[in-house]
């Protein structure tokens, strides 16, 4: 019944059938204390993650229960498990997002005095040397004579159409950098990168629309300077305030739930998580959509060195679930490493399509469709093998279209979960209208008047 409700694309909740599932959408995770540290085009919402263990949970009252995310991207499902006082284990290939996640995570072991008086340090300093770098800007003034000089380099291999950040900007950025490098706790550290991270783009002359691109080229104008301290200061002193509010919710729990954040492949899974160890996953994989999460986030990782050149960022781009289409269009032609007759008529379909535009027609898509379902395979086997009897795997995926071609990818998810001997309860619509990278477009006409929609919904499988 709940998986004709997707095929059809009818979502009744609001009458007789009322969603069991709040939407997903980050959107509103932006006034909640912790989940607004960073945002993150993909974030879940925390009222999602609250209903899917209210929901989907053998015994939400247990306290030891372990949650597992392995596509944990900023944290949205390891913070609100472990407020529950659950274990929590989250895999992420994105080493800025999975500083979010480590962050968020342990952040309510941070002192809070501590804290404080590590913002206080850096706002006076940082103050101190960032002023002469306005004064000099309205005087117009070299401002690469302003003293002291910062010790930090932008990243030599990091290159941008516009420059990424106007000089004036850039210099006050090196100077929060070298402030950060000198904070002695590394808990805080990483913190402070994170709040600087979170306002990165804010302050460039990018912006998100919503990938990564020139503020010119939406319409915008550069941003020659900008505030840097004040506006790092108040995201500093949001994070103190929601310090001190999770380290009180998190006290009444005798022992601590524990979080493990493994920044790697969730492809090796069972490498990192026990076999028959985890009793809820919610997730929600990268969507056949092609949304570049490795570019989008090229200036933080170049500007926090977790790349320092493009090879970097190529292993991270071949390790992304379902590759990405610019990875494989010009690869030999793929195979499904299973049989699943309705999706290999559609590759088929989207093979024979635009001939003419040889690996950006039909043949590249289908390359990618394939890879990417492939994953979809290796994801379930391993969700057969570290979900206990009796346990649920909550997977929030959207369709997309591509060459014109609808792929409902939350039936197909179903369906490869039980070609991998996971039972599939149900498929929740959750969102008809989507917003974000659909490929071509949100909504195309298939074949006569049918118009097709970018939707959300979450597949439920069950190991039995
Ligand atoms: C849809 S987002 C998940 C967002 C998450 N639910 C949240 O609330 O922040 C998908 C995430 O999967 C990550 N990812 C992609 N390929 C991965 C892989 N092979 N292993 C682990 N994480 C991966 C991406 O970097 C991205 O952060």
Redesign the pocket.
């Given at each position: 019944m709940a998986i004709q409700r997707a095929l059809n694309l009818d979502f009744p909740g609001a009458q007789s059938d009322a969603p069991l599932l709040r939407d997903p959408a980050?959107e509103q995770n932006k006034q909640d204390a912790i989940h607004r540290w960073v945002p993150?085009i993909?974030?879940?919402s925390a009222g999602f993650v609250s209903d899917a263990l209210q929901q989907y949970l053998p015994d939400p009252g247990r306290r030891d229960v372990h949650v597992l995310?392995?596509?944990?991207?900023?944290?949205?499902?390891l913070v609100e498990s472990l407020r529950r006082g659950y274990h929590v284990t989250g895999?992420?290939?994105?080493p800025f997002?999975a500083l979010a996640s480590r962050v968020k995570c342990s952040a309510f072991t941070i002192e809070p005095d501590t804290l404080l008086s590590a913002i206080r340090t850096f706002e006076r300093e940082a103050r101190e040397r960032t002023d002469p770098i306005d004064a000099a800007f309205e005087r117009g003034d070299d401002l690469l004579q302003c003293t002291p000089a910062p010790r930090s380099r932008p990243p030599v291999a990091f290159r941008s159409r516009t420059p990424f950040f106007s000089p004036a900007v850039e210099q006050k950025i090196l100077h929060c950098l070298d402030l950060i490098s000198d904070v002695a706790s590394c808990q805080i550290r990483e913190l402070m990168s994170l709040a600087l991270g979170s306002i990165l783009v804010q302050v460039s002359n990018y912006s998100y629309e919503p990938s990564l691109g020139s503020r010119v080229a939406a319409g915008k104008t550069n941003v020659l300077n900008a505030d840097v301290v004040s506006l790092l200061s108040s995201r500093l002193r949001m994070m103190y305030h929601d310090v001190m509010v999770y380290r009180d919710a998190m006290m009444q729990w005798t022992p601590l739930p524990t979080a493990r954040v493994i920044e790697?492949?969730?492809?090796l899974m069972p490498q990192m998580v026990k076999e028959s160890s985890v009793d809820i996953v919610i997730?929600?994989?990268?969507?056949l959509n092609n949304y570049h999460?490795v570019r989008n986030t090229r200036p933080h990782l170049f500007w926090f060195g977790f790349v320092s050149k493009p090879s970097d960022l190529k292993r991270l781009e071949q390790?992304?679930?379902?590759k990405y289409w610019q990875t494989v269009r010009n690869a030999d032609p793929s195979k499904l490493q299973f049989e699943l007759p309705g999706l290999s008529r559609i590759i088929e379909e989207i093979t024979l399509r635009n001939p003419q535009k040889h690996v950006y027609g039909g043949k590249g898509w289908a390359n990618y469709a394939i890879e990417y379902f492939n994953d979809c395979y290796t994801l379930c086997q391993s969700f057969y093998r570290v979900l206990r009897k009796g346990t649920r795997a909550i997977v929030v995926l959207g369709n997309s279209i591509i060459q014109g071609v609808n792929f409902p990818t939350d039936l197909f998810f179903g369906q490869i979960g039980e070609l991998c001997h996971l039972k599939l309860d149900e498929i929740l619509p959750l969102r008809k209208k989507r917003v974000g990278n659909s490929i071509i477009n949100s909504s195309v006409r298939n074949g006569g008047s049918d118009v097709i929609s970018l939707y959300e919904a979450a597949v439920i499988l069950r190991r039995v």
């Open positions: 980050f993150w993909a974030g879940f995310d392995p596509f944990a991207g900023i944290g949205t499902t895999i992420e290939i994105n997002a790697g492949d969730s492809r997730t929600s994989p990268p969507y999460y390790a992304n679930f379902g």
